[in-house]
């Protein structure tokens, strides 16, 4: 089992910047990737970004290339995704989720665990 954290979400004016940390515990010797996704009242869960344990590229949702940045710090198991230029669109629950299969990790399916979430709102 691997449990994730997320913190880091609030209210922030349209053109501020967040960033949100997801720590991974448990076992976290057999992850493959890791991830963000949001979802906003009445939508479905989307992806934002990913960054893969095993070398492989970072990827990016369209909406959010060139404002987003997902990282990661090897010695404490965590994921960070810096948000810049925010607008209102993207309010939304922010989930960090972690794949222990190897994929595209760009899609739900691919991810086995999953945060509970932390809430950003961009105001306008």
């Known amino acids: 089992q691997v449990q994730l954290v997320e913190s880091g979400g609030g209210l922030v004016q349209a053109g501020g910047s967040l960033r949100l940390s997801c720590a991974a515990s448990?076992?976290?010797?057999?992850?493959?990737?890791m991830g963000w996704f949001r979802q906003a009242p009445g939508k479905e869960r989307e992806f934002v970004a990913s960054?893969?344990?095993?070398?492989?590229?970072?990827y990016y949702a369209d909406s959010v290339k060139g404002r987003f940045t997902i990282s990661r710090d090897n010695t404490k198991n965590t994921v960070y995704l810096q948000m810049s230029s925010l607008k209102p669109e993207d309010t939304a629950m922010y989930y960090c989720a972690a794949s222990v299969s190897f994929a595209t990790h760009r899609y739900k399916g691919d991810y086995d665990y999953w945060g509970q979430g932390t809430q950003v709102t961009v105001s306008s």
């Open positions: 960054y893969s344990w095993t070398g492989g590229p970072l």
């Open positions: 448990g076992r976290t010797f057999g992850l493959y990737a």
